[in-house]
């Protein structure tokens, strides 16, 4: 039997005139959490237990709550009523929000301009406290070890997830608390994942803690499942009869006509045709070559899917087309009836576009409240810098109410969490219905119902004739019909 924590071994000694009776007592089973009529600023939690071995899913929509449950584990909240005990030193914590946190953290550490190099600031094998060149057996699904010596900052956003995946692993919590820990992976990548978490639990004395926001996600080795809304949370039990409440379903079913009705565009711009002309595209580091041989053409009203395995450079292929990739220039590329390179702006280019992907989300670290970054997409930057027309605010409220975000106009976008981001982004990105639109896994970190509210948004766009959809996806239930092209690159080449 193993224990994932035990209590201190207490001696007590009884006298009764010349016997001494010892009485060892060790508590084996101490549960990891308790929380009994828990409240915070944030949260509600009636009764709540996580004993050693267990592995959770807490399921609820964007902005249910699991965030300050997420601070909470860590510390970082204070009870205002009720009891809560965390019996454990060492928890660990994978994060969207910590993520970019530490991102955010590197930025701001970054010497550049004070060397004659580049400050590629902590390396992969920094932040493992690799030493050698090698990671244990168990990581080696992850693929780290040829990024070893790159910086932080370098990786791509799935990258950086995997490293801080295995840096939490490597601090052997006791708790593990994963925040969408599936998310954007391909169907490998995620059976991977999925074995390696099985086989965590079979042999480390650890309790999993996964805040999930899809029902898809729950694996046959979850134990049990908590339910939270609103920051309550409203049952918790053992994952098979949790399951069977319809309930539990019913809090992830999206409603199209709960929507507000859809805006007509506040102006409407003629569509060249194609939209994209790509020859022999190539994007090749030193010796690393990420695709070569990439023709794309795409015509006015042909939605494509960009679909291929993690690191086959799908990412890579629309920042081209965002011109977010610097060797946008160096491929014959034609976006608009316009060559690239030819003397056009790239504020010419962003006009005609709206842009939702990991690498725009992560930028977004200027201050401005929701409606702000909504605003932002008339004009294509980060933050707003712009007069607005009031037409253009009524249009953009109109969109945070589509998304799911009315009444959170003023909220801060950096209070929001990272799935109620990903939706102002998304409404960003639709406020001008632009010509062209580029989604690289827009649904990141997106609940059931925001899942659906998008593909809703997709199949309406399609429907209107106006809008061209260009979209990355590993997801199954994102193969729309809207589709009519479909563009799979192969695995990543070295």
Sequence with gaps: MKYANTLPCYLHVYNEGLSVWLLFVMNF???????????????????????????????????????????????????????????CSRVGLLSFEQQQQFFEQELKD???????????????????????????????????????????????????????????????????????????????????????????????????????????????????????????????????????????????????????????????QESPDPLIVLRDGTVRYDETTIFSGINLTVQNGSHTLLTGPNGSGKSTLLGLLTGDHPQCYGNDLQLFGRTRGSGETIWELKKKMGIVTPMLHRDHRVPGSALHIVLSGFFDTIGLYDAVEPSQTRHARTWLALVGLAGREDTPFKQLSYGEQRLALIARALVKQPMLLILDEPTQGLDDINRARVRYFLEHLAHQHHTTVLMASHRQDEFLALFTQNIELGKSRT
């Excluded at 509600?44 to 899913?57: K, L, M, V």
């Excluded at 994952?239 to 409440?245: T, V």
């Excluded at 319809?246 to 506040?266: G, K």
């Design 110 to 268: 970054d010497n550049s301009e004070f060397m004659e190099g580049a400050d590629i600031g902590t390396t992969v094998a920094e932040l493992l406290g690799v030493v050698g060149g090698k990671l244990p057996p168990e990581l080696a699904f992850l693929g780290l070890e040829p990024l070893l010596t790159r910086g932080y900052r370098q990786l791509s956003s799935g990258e950086a997830r995997k490293t801080l995946l295995a840096q939490q692993w490597l601090q052997q919590p006791e708790l593990l608390i994963l925040d969408e820990p599936f998310d954007s992976l391909d169907i490998t990548a995620r059976a991977n994942l999925s074995a390696f978490f099985a086989n965590a639990l079979a042999h480390h004395d650890m309790a999993l803690l996964f805040l999930l926001n899809t029902l898809d996600d729950i694996f046959p080795w979850h134990t049990h499942i908590a339910v939270l809304d609103k920051g309550e949370l409203l049952a918790a039990g053992p994952a098979a009869a949790m399951l069977q409440e319809s309930s539990v379903r019913a809090l992830l079913a999206f409603d199209p006509a709960s929507l507000p009705a859809w805006p007509e565009p506040l102006l409407r």
């Design 29 to 87: 089973s101490a549960p990891l959490l308790t929380a009994t009529a828990l409240v915070t600023s944030t949260l509600h939690i009636p009764n709540w237990q996580i004993q050693p071995g267990e592995c959770w899913a807490v399921i609820g929509r964007n902005g249910a709550g699991k965030h300050h449950l997420n601070n909470l584990l860590m510390g970082k909240a204070i009870a205002a009523s009720g009891t809560f005990a965390l019996s």
